[in-house]
Nanobody, 127 residues
Framework: QVQLVESGGGSVQAGGSLRLSCAASGGTFGNYVAAWFRQAPGQEREFVAAIWRTGGNTGYSDSVKGRFTISRANMKNTVYLQMMSLKPEDTAVYYC????????????????????WGQGTQVTVSS
């Protein structure tokens, strides 16, 4: 059983940056694909980015590609999301997720395929 705890959310002006962290415990983190999702009020949970178990492969949604960077430090059981050039439309609760996926299906944007989730951290971007 993997437990995930996000941190690093907050309020920032448009054009600013934030770095989210997700600390994992209770399992061998390197065995799992890690991902970030987000959910704005009244909207469905949306895939943001994913990183392969070893960190060698990453995938992003078109809406964040070129602005966000996902990374991981398996020795620290932590995954990060560096967010640059933030826009008001990036405002959402951001969730960390982990799942066992095969490389041929990476990155998998379907939330239902991730078994473990954090509680979320709020990111608010003002114009």
């Amino acid at each position: 059983q993997v437990q995930l705890v996000e941190s690093g959310g907050g309020s920032v002006q448009a054009g600013g940056s934030l770095r989210l962290s997700c600390a994992a415990s209770g399992g061998t983190f390197g065995n799992y694909v890690a991902a970030w999702f987000r959910q704005a009020p009244g909207q469905e949970r949306e895939f943001v980015a994913a990183i392969w178990r070893t960190g060698g492969n990453t995938g992003y949604s078109d809406s964040v590609k070129g602005r966000f960077t996902i990374s991981r430090a398996n020795m620290k059981n932590t995954v990060y999301l560096q967010m640059m050039s933030l826009k008001p439309e990036d405002t959402a609760v951001y969730y960390c997720a982990a799942g066992r996926h095969i490389l041929s299906q990476f990155p998998n944007p379907q939330a239902g395929t991730y078994a473990y989730w954090g509680q979320g951290t709020q990111v608010t971007v003002s114009s």
